[in-house]
C-alpha cells in the first residue's frame, strides 16, 4: 500500500528553537510538494521539487524556512528560528509527472506543529 | 494568475439528500480541476479530477463533477449524502501546461444532519 509518510505527525516546541520535518514521497514518484494549512490562510504552497531539484520556493518565508531533497526518498523542511505564527498543519504530497501527463498529488498525513 | 473560489464555507444537509459543493475557477490557460476530500486530522484524499476529457466526471464514494467552461465552474455533486460524507472538501485547480503546483480554493465543510 503506497503512501507518503511524514514524521514526526505532532510537534510541540518553544519559539527559536529549529524544527525539522520529514517526508517519505511515494516509490517512483518524482514531484515533491510542501504545503502549510492554517485556518486564516488555508491550504498554501510553501515549496517543490521535481526529480530532487527545486522548481519553486516562493510560497516559503526565505530567511527562516528551508526545504531540500536529500535524496529520492527523503524531503525536509527546516524552520530556524521557529516563531509563533508558524503554527500550522504542513503536509506533504507526492505525485508523477512524466511528459507532458501530470498526475494527482499523494497527500501525507501531516505535521502538527505548534510553536509556543 | 490561477484562482479558486469555493461558494459557502460550511455547508449543511440531512442524510439523504442532495449534496452540492460549487466551485468557480480562473485561469488564463486550459485547467486541471481537482476535488480533494479532508476528514478531520488527516491528509487529503483525492475524490476526482477533471483533465480535458469527459466534462462528467465521476469520482470515489459516489461523486461527480462537471466541468463548465463556459460558467468557470467545477461544482461537486452526490444524489445522496451519507453520514460518512461529513468533512471538509476542496477544490483545486492546475495548468495542464507549466507548473503543476494547485491552487486550492478555501474548503467547504460538510455537516450531514440525521
Known amino acids: 500500500d503506497a503512501r507518503v509518510t511524514q514524521t514526526p505527525r505532532h510537534k510541540v516546541t518553544e519559539m527559536g528553537q529549529e524544527v525539522t520535518m520529514r517526508c517519505q514521497p511515494i516509490?517512483?514518484?518524482?514531484?515533491v510538494f510542501w504545503y502549510r494549512q492554517t485556518m486564516m490562510q488555508g491550504l498554501e504552497l510553501l515549496a517543490y521539487f521535481r526529480n530532487r531539484a527545486p522548481l519553486d520556493d516562493s510560497g516559503m518565508p526565505k530567511d527562516r524556512f528551508s526545504a531540500e531533497m536529500p535524496d529520492a526518498t527523503l524531503a525536509t523542511l527546516k524552520i530556524q528560528p521557529s516563531e509563533p505564527r508558524d503554527s500550522a498543519v504542513y503536509f506533504c504530497a507526492s505525485g508523477l509527472q512524466s511528459g507532458g501527463a501530470r498526475n494527482e498529488q499523494f497527500f501525507g498525513p501531516g505535521t502538527r506543529l505548534t510553536v509556543l | 494568475a490561477q484562482s479558486v473560489t469555493q461558494l459557502g464555507s460550511h455547508v449543511s444537509v440531512s442524510e439523504g439528500a442532495l449534496v452540492l459543493l460549487r466551485c468557480n475557477y480562473s485561469?488564463?490557460?486550459?485547467?486541471?480541476l481537482f476535488w480533494y476530500v479532508q476528514y478531520p486530522n488527516q491528509g487529503l484524499q483525492l475524490l476526482l479530477k477533471y483533465t480535458s476529457a469527459a466534462t462528467l466526471v465521476k469520482g470515489i464514494n459516489g461523486f461527480e463533477a462537471e466541468f463548465k467552461k463556459s460558467e468557470t465552474s467545477f461544482h461537486l455533486t452526490k444524489p445522496s449524502a451519507h453520514m460518512s460524507d461529513a468533512a471538509e472538501y476542496f477544490c483545486?485547480?492546475?495548468?495542464?501546461?507549466?507548473?503543476?503546483?494547485?491552487?486550492f480554493g478555501q474548503g467547504t465543510r460538510l455537516t450531514i444532519n440525521p
Open positions: 516509490l517512483g514518484h518524482n514531484t
Open positions: 483545486a485547480v492546475t495548468e495542464i501546461q507549466g507548473a503543476q503546483k494547485l491552487v
Open positions: 485561469s488564463s490557460v486550459p485547467p486541471y
